[in-house]
């Protein structure tokens, strides 16, 4: 077994922490922020950002491109982040599976499709032309869905590993949006990672969800659930050294719980060791 | 039509209202009343996500209104007027206009007003950063090239005339007012106010300025008049108008990015 290094762990970077993270700069691999809210041509968010930069690798998570929106009108924010991609030298891109705009109505949220023939196509095409006019590998992320389709023909992991196989892409992968799925939808998350393309793996997502009345809900606003950790464990097992982010966006807490959950990352990756085990082979 | 459209077109019915949910259901897998809940979910979701982002804008209005008025009002312009953007950053311009057309806002008849200047900050906050002239440029102007020159402002500099006195209630809500006023609303409703409001490094200012200088700086900022040409309006305005002033000002606070003149910019 040939053992690879695990990345260190990243955190989100939100506003109520801009301050401590760069006068403290704490020990961690990387900071993460939604690409849409650096979309500017100056300021102090923006500012901050290029601070931030000069002390760490950071990751341009983007929430707006909606992807599989057949009606998208996107090319404006393609720009946009071209240019913020220019100016940061970010070490990821990325996006997520999903639509959000239909006849020049943008809903703003990551809404679910149905996994089709057509709707491959046109996710590929548009991932090539990100990848194209990024001049860089972007990398998607599996979506927490709500609703499923009846049209599906294939699962999102099946999807997923088709569109790296078409792009070249990337994968981020969110082990609390699997999970999210799995208990939602009666599914084992297991099943979900063996579909999936793990040497596409580039970064991986660990954020809280919230139980209701309609199951889990994917709110960013607690702590990493056990179950989800098991998920972290069995996934560096299959040799993904790419490092985790905690992702907390609602009811943020001190910065100190965010470098906890980074730092029990970090211990999974130590113990679990890495090792080249697991290939995928794209189907001809 | 494609499958996928269609898809996304009944989902953005059902996200529209819940009179979508019947066309939506039938593509779906799984108990249509668990499925109607969890549209629900989605369609609050992104009412949520509008209110953060004019929440976020419109801070002001939020006191101004209170909480849960400032959300209804908030559901009645997505309503009417859905985000268009994948950068949420940008809704919202249209909500002054909104404000003007909705009867219930009548007993807040400045509130319009008020958003119409917290846009102008909004857009303020992620203007380009520019060095702003200083004195020293105006040294070299001879009085005829200065009649023609032509000043451009940093970018974030924007005008508001109102029948309110709309910079002093701004002010008095901003977190760090109240200290030196004691009255948090100690305003004269009845004034009528010229704001301006502009970049000073990182953070963004609000002023109020005189008819004259309003008058001055619009003539410049807006109708692109050479610095004479704005003077000479600015004096009809305001008889007493102080050039000296205004220039002094718009140097101290960082207005004036450059200085065109007859075939030569600095």
Known sequence: ?284 | MSALLDAQRRFAGALRSAQGEPAMLPLLTGDAERNRGLLGVYRGNAVANANAALTLAYPVCRQITGDDYFDALVRRYWALTPSTDGDLNRYGDHFADFLDGFEPVRALPYLPDVARLEWLVHVATTAADTAPLGGEAFAGLDPDALATARLHMTPGFALLGSAWPIADIWLQHQPDAAAGSGDAFDIDLEQAQYAVVWRDGLRVRVASLSVGAHAFWAAIALVGASFGDAWAGATTHEQDFNLAAAIEQAIACGWLHHIETRGNEQ
């Open chain 1, 1 to 284: 077994m040939i053992l690879h290094p695990v990345s260190p762990t990243g955190i989100g970077l939100r506003q109520p922490h801009y301050a401590r993270v760069l006068e403290e700069r704490p020990r961690i691999g990387f900071v993460e922020v939604h690409s849409e809210n650096f979309f500017h041509d100056g300021g102090a968010a923006l500012r901050t950002l290029e601070r931030a930069r000069e002390c760490y690798p950071v990751s341009l998570h983007g929430v707006g491109l909606a992807l599989a929106s057949v009606d998208a009108r996107s090319q404006a924010h393609v720009e946009r982040l071209a240019k913020l991609v220019e100016r940061i030298e970010p070490a990821f891109v990325s996006e997520h599976l999903c639509w959000g705009a239909v006849d020049g109505i943008h809903f703003n949220d990551l809404l679910p499709f149905p996994y089709t023939g057509e709707a491959l196509a046109l996710v590929a095409a548009r991932v090539n032309a990100l990848q194209d006019r990024l001049r860089r590998p972007v990398l998607i992320e599996n979506l927490s869905a709500y609703v499923q389709f009846r049209d599906a023909q294939m699962t999102e992991a099946q999807f997923l590993a088709d569109l790296v196989c078409l792009t070249g892409c990337g994968l981020l992968l969110d082990l609390n949006n699997l999970y999210v799925n799995a208990r939602n939808f009666g599914s084992d998350p297991m099943d979900a990672l063996e579909q999936l393309p793990m040497h596409a793996v580039r970064e991986i997502h660990l954020a809280g969800h919230a139980v209701t009345e309609y199951g889990l809900i994917d709110t960013h606003g607690s702590a990493v659930c056990d179950d989800v950790w098991a998920l972290l464990t069995a996934v560096r097992r299959r040799g993904v050294g790419a490092p985790a982010l905690i992702e907390w966006d609602t009811d943020l807490p001190e910065l100190d719980i965010l470098l906890a959950e980074a730092a029990r990352a970090d211990r999974i990756g130590a113990d679990a060791g890495t090792s080249d085990g697991d290939r995928h082979v794209c189907a001809a």
